[in-house]
């Protein structure tokens, strides 16, 4: 867990958050240049922006290149229930989470090189992360964007080993735009001229085309999902293919079709960043990889054991309608494997299109049960995310927290042992995470 002295820092810093700021590189820069900047001062980068399969694609990285040998440091957002999990430093035998000591002060440190002036806690902490990779030797940083793109804090990084474009769609419109195309031009904003650009599976052909013309007025190298790579399924197995051939592999650990191109774009950028990926190591990868959060059983803890004799639960922290897309599809193959009645428990914050959400679950989904997401200030009220769900075609109702919505089921629910996802936010699953007594490390 997160010391208290790095909980203390973290607060204060919270009252330093610009009112009505914009997004702009200018507060990170001024901060990195009393730290000498660090971010000069890091292993080769794996830059990775994107809508959905950032996080996935993040640890596929991970997993190739610890498989084969390689050191690597890992930085995501948001945590789910410490700080401390945006920060995975490399170590022999798998990367650590960083410690609560080394956490503490690297927030102190960077904390008095602000001087107090304005700026964000997420800028802070990517001040951070840039201290706590130049400071600890590793063979590659793989570094997850926060928002956008262009004007992200991690967007300093002038020459990263390879820019990953993954999955763009509508999300966050107030601040990167109301249209695929302008959301598709933010996270491009980080492809540096000249670095090779690894573009994943895109959804939409406006997305595509915009990161395409972008990376080729870069005169960046580029790799495109469906063109110069992708991956397959084939009698149980991945298979992957790019201009160096066929890899054949066993499906990925994480749950869903969607994972066979996030893996894809995975293996592609660690390639283009100058890595070999030997056979032996992608099968070990696919085999270890890991990510909390997302589609990720629960299996047994606090909350699973309120559940029905013998459900099947599911949680899932995506929170915007691709996400729901993909994850109503790889329940969706559960389903024909083994079919079960699905049931949704959701909860959702404000900024969030939430019919979008809960239409990728019309006709898969027999019943909604939405809940309060209460670790966050822009949690939807439960009663009003039930219309919503009603909105988009599905029955719901209102229940107080998680746990209660189990134990209705379980003292309801009179047919087979259901199957049970758990989603619509990030928070909320870090809060399940917690509560279940199954925290991520």
């Known amino acids: 867990m997160t010391t208290l002295a790095a909980d203390r820092e973290i607060e204060a810093l919270?009252?330093?958050?610009?009112?009505?700021?914009?997004?702009?590189?200018?507060?990170?820069?001024?901060?990195?240049?009393?730290?000498?900047?660090?971010?000069e001062r890091l292993p080769p980068v794996i830059h990775i922006a994107g809508t959905n399969?950032?996080?996935?694609?993040?640890?596929?990285?991970?997993?190739?290149?610890?498989?084969?040998?390689?050191?690597?440091h890992v930085h995501t957002s948001p945590h789910l229930v410490n700080w401390a999990e945006r920060y995975r430093l490399a170590a022999e035998g798998g990367g650590r989470l960083v410690d609560d000591e080394t956490f503490a002060e690297a927030i102190a440190r960077v904390a008095r090189a602000n001087q107090g002036q304005k700026i964000t806690v997420f800028e802070i902490l990517t001040a951070v992360t840039f201290i706590l990779f130049s400071e600890h030797p590793a063979a590659a940083a793989i570094i997850e964007v926060g928002l956008g793109g262009r004007f992200d804090a991690t967007n300093v990084v002038a020459r990263p080993a390879v820019s990953v474009i993954m999955p763009v769609s509508m999300d966050h419109e107030a601040?990167?735009?109301?249209?695929?195309?302008?959301?598709?031009?933010?996270k491009a904003g980080i492809m540096k001229r000249g670095c090779p650009v690894v573009i994943g599976a895109q959804e939409s052909e406006t997305a595509l085309q915009v990161l395409i013309e972008t990376a080729e007025r870069l005169d960046c190298p580029t790799f495109v999902y469906g063109q110069d790579f992708l991956a397959?399924?084939?009698?149980?197995?991945?298979?992957?293919?790019?201009?160096?051939?066929?890899?054949?592999?066993?499906?990925?650990?994480?749950?869903?079709?969607?994972?066979?191109?996030?893996?894809?774009?995975?293996?592609?950028?660690?390639?283009?960043?100058?890595?070999?990926?030997?056979?032996?190591?992608?099968?070990?990868?696919?085999?270890?990889?890991?990510?909390?959060?997302?589609?990720?059983?629960?299996?047994?803890?606090?909350?699973?054991?309120?559940?029905?004799?013998?459900?099947?639960?599911?949680?899932?922290?995506?929170?915007?309608?691709?996400?729901?897309?993909?994850?109503?599809?790889?329940?969706?193959?559960?389903?024909?494997?083994n079919p079960r009645p699905l049931f949704l428990i959701a909860g959702m914050i404000n900024t969030k299109d939430q019919s979008g959400y809960f239409r990728a679950f019309k006709g898969l989904v027999r019943h909604v049960y939405t809940v309060p997401v209460s670790v966050s200030d822009a949690g939807v009220p439960n009663d009003e995310l039930a219309i919503r769900?009603?909105?988009?075609?599905?029955?719901?109702?209102?229940?107080?927290?998680?746990?209660?919505?189990?134990?209705?089921?379980?003292d309801t629910w009179d047919g087979p042992a259901p199957r049970i996802l758990i989603g619509g936010s990030l928070y909320l699953a870090?809060?399940?995470?917690?509560?279940n007594g199954t925290p991520p490390t």
């Open 14 to 39: 919270m009252a330093l958050h610009p009112k009505g700021f914009d997004l702009s590189l200018d507060r990170i820069t001024r901060l990195l240049e009393r730290l000498g900047n660090p971010q």
């Open 53 to 72: 399969g950032k996080g996935s694609c993040a640890a596929f990285s991970r997993a190739l290149l610890e498989a084969g040998g390689h050191l690597a």
């Open 175 to 186: 601040y990167l735009g109301d249209r695929v195309e302008l959301i598709a031009a933010e």
């Open 232 to 337: 397959f399924e084939e009698s149980g197995r991945m298979v992957y293919q790019d201009e160096d051939g066929l890899i054949d592999l066993p499906p990925p650990r994480l749950p869903g079709r969607h994972q066979f191109a996030n893996a894809a774009a995975a293996i592609a950028a660690v390639k283009a960043a100058g890595f070999e990926i030997s056979h032996r190591a992608a099968e070990k990868a696919m085999a270890k990889v890991a990510w909390p959060g997302r589609m990720q059983k629960l299996a047994q803890g606090r909350l699973a054991d309120l559940a029905p004799k013998g459900a099947d639960i599911w949680l899932d922290g995506g929170h915007n309608p691709g996400a729901g897309v993909v994850v109503a599809e790889a329940l969706a193959e559960q389903e024909e494997k």
């Open 389 to 410: 769900a009603t909105e988009a075609g599905l029955t719901a109702e209102p229940v107080s927290s998680v746990a209660s919505a189990l134990m209705l089921l379980r």
């Open 430 to 435: 870090g809060a399940v995470l917690a509560e």
